[in-house]
């Protein structure tokens, strides 16, 4: 599977992105995506993930109620709509595809190559 993530830029806090990831190459819908994120100096972290039919969906503690992941298995895309943005959620994003359905990053077999939000207080 090939991942492309898109949609990171610089917004204020409390606004709104949307970041999506194309995915090419193997059937998309065999696989649980996920969403992660490394700010700088600090490690990868589980952000989001939704199983294959988008029926199950997992987020770590510090986004529920501020992000959702969905996706569009027509269109081979996973979303993750990312509303009341902190300063904090500034990282580069990553999107991932996995056999399970899963927040650790090692149950991952596909990346996505990254794309950067910036949170401006």
């Known amino acids: 599977v090939q991942l492309q993530a898109s949609g990171g830029g610089v917004v204020q806090a409390g606004g709104s992105l949307r970041l999506s990831c194309a995915a090419s190459g193997r059937t998309f819908s065999n696989y649980a995506m996920g969403w992660f994120r490394q700010a700088p100096g600090k490690e990868r972290e589980f952000v989001a993930a939704?199983?294959?039919?988008?029926?199950?969906?997992y987020y770590t503690n510090s986004v529920k109620g501020r992000f959702t992941i969905s996706r569009d298995n027509a269109e081979n895309t996973v979303y993750l709509q990312m509303n009341s943005l902190k300063a904090e959620d500034t990282a580069v994003y990553y999107c991932?595809?996995?056999?399970?359905?899963?927040?650790?990053?090692?149950?991952?077999?596909?990346w996505g190559q990254g794309t950067q939000v910036t949170v401006s207080s």
């Open positions: 939704i199983s294959w039919t988008g029926g199950s969906t």
């Open positions: 991932a595809a996995s056999r399970v359905l899963s927040t650790r990053l090692n149950q991952y077999d596909y």
